[in-house]
């Protein structure tokens, strides 16, 4: 079906080293897009840019809780690919929980900078290009965590919630321009950053037990909605949460 079709687009996705952002990376390119690469892992960047093929892709390196880094990620990838029509927020994650009122501010400050102010900065970056172009579709991935309770992750999920809500906004005050934002919301991923909860069978079976189907996601069924976000086939989606998480939130 040509509304799935990439063909001649480009695409920047931040986090394209592993996990979610390396299959969405991935995805977008087996449908036709060229794709920037971004990340601070260099040898893994270039794996995925390898299982890509390298005529189709380009490693545009930053650590995206850096405003400078960004700015050049995205004037590197403008250069590279010739213009951007698609941009994935993914790069995120957390590595500590802990309850509200044992949270230090430098961890809430940490958390926040790496899954909202990376966003805010890249949107902030990309806005001019795209609304310029009059085109473009910006895809933010958020978590269910943004949608449900999250005891001893309240950074995190607060984040979350921001990028879903920033995203509704943007939307909005772009739609007329013809550039679409929409948040991507997975529920539990098998990855790197959630190897700790495999690795705990109590924790497994609690986390996985409220999924009615009952599994853990993989990164490629995060990928295909993302494909869906990023083509035609969702001309007139915005300002959407597509929520991939096995039925999770509707339990
Ligand atoms: N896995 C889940 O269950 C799940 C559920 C809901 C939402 N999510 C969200 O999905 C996104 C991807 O998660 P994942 O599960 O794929 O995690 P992952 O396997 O840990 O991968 C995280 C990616 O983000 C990049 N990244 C992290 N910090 C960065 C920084 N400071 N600058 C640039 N890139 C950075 C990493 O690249 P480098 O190490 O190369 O920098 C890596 O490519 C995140 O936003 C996460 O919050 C995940």
């Keep these: 079906m040509t509304a799935f079709t990439l063909d001649g687009r480009t695409a ?44 189709n892709a380009v ?5 995206v809780t850096d405003p400078a880094a960004i700015r050049e990620m995205v004037s590197t990838a403008i250069g590279a690919l010739g213009h951007l029509d698609i941009v994935v927020n993914n790069a995120g994650g957390n590595t500590f ?3 509200f009122d044992a949270m230090r501010p430098d961890g809430w400050d940490k958390v926040l900078r790496l899954n909202l102010d990376s966003v ?22 958020a978590s269910v965590s943004a949608l449900v ?14 990028v879903v809500s920033l995203s509704r906004s943007l939307a909005v005050e772009w739609a007329g321009q013809g550039v679409r934002c929409n948040a991507l919301v997975p529920g539990w991923v098998a990855t790197d950053l959630t190897d700790f909860a495999r690795a705990d069978p109590k924790l497994e ?13 993989t990164p490629e069924e995060i990928a295909g909605p993302a494909v869906f976000l990023a083509a035609d086939a969702s001309a007139f989606v915005t300002g959407h949460t597509l929520v991939v998480d096995g039925g999770l939130t509707v339990g």
């Design 12 to 55: 920047l996705v931040t986090g394209a080293s592993r996990g979610i952002g390396r299959a969405i990376a991935v995805a977008l390119a087996a449908q036709g897009a060229a794709v920037a690469l971004g990340g601070r892992d260099l040898d893994a960047l270039e794996e995925t840019r390898a299982a890509i093929g390298a005529d």
């Design 59 to 63: 490693v545009v390196p930053a650590d």
């Design 97 to 99: 929980s802990v309850p």
């Design 120 to 141: 805010v900065e890249v949107c902030r970056t990309v806005a001019p290009h795209l609304l310029g172009r009059g085109s473009g579709s910006v895809i933010n991935v």
């Design 149 to 162: 309770a999250m005891p001893g992750m309240s950074h995190y999920a607060a984040a979350k919630a921001a």
């Design 205 to 217: 079976r609690y986390l996985i037990g409220r999924v009615p189907m009952g599994r853990w996601a």
